[in-house]
């Protein structure tokens, strides 16, 4: 047997992905790439949370501020979303959702998220 190509790879992987989650397909619209390049023009390219300037859409993640679980009215709300840069995102914000909780701390030295164990 063959071996696959990495597409081929790729693409049973995302099959697999939306298997138990449909709305991932969402993600391949015409329609979410509209609303995602809108979200980088109202935020003017500039990450939401650290403040980075980004110069162009590879740069930037559309993110949803509260997570949707396939509730298609906050997956496609406009307000539901902000601009992150890619390290943003792929840090902080999935260390945050996977704790259920963030960790930053305010000038008082304590955290900030009501949601923080801390804070309970």
Not at 44 to 50: D, E, P, R, S
Not at 87 to 97: F, G, I, T
Request: aromatic share 8%; charged share 35%.
């Amino acid at each position: 047997m063959a071996p696959t190509s990495k597409r081929e790879r790729d693409q049973r992987a995302d099959a697999k992905r939306r298997e138990g989650k449909p709305w991932r397909a969402w993600y391949k619209k015409q329609r979410w790439q509209i609303l995602r390049r809108c979200t980088f023009v109202r935020d003017l390219y500039v990450c939401q949370k650290c403040g980075v300037q980004l110069t162009n859409d590879r740069q930037c993640v559309a993110d949803h501020k509260v997570r949707h679980e396939g509730d298609a009215a906050l997956f496609w709300d406009p307000e539901n979303l902000q601009t992150l840069c890619q390290p943003c995102h792929d840090s902080a914000k999935q260390s945050e959702e996977a704790r259920g909780y963030s960790s930053e701390i305010g000038a008082d030295g304590f955290p900030i998220d009501p949601r923080h164990p801390a804070n309970r």
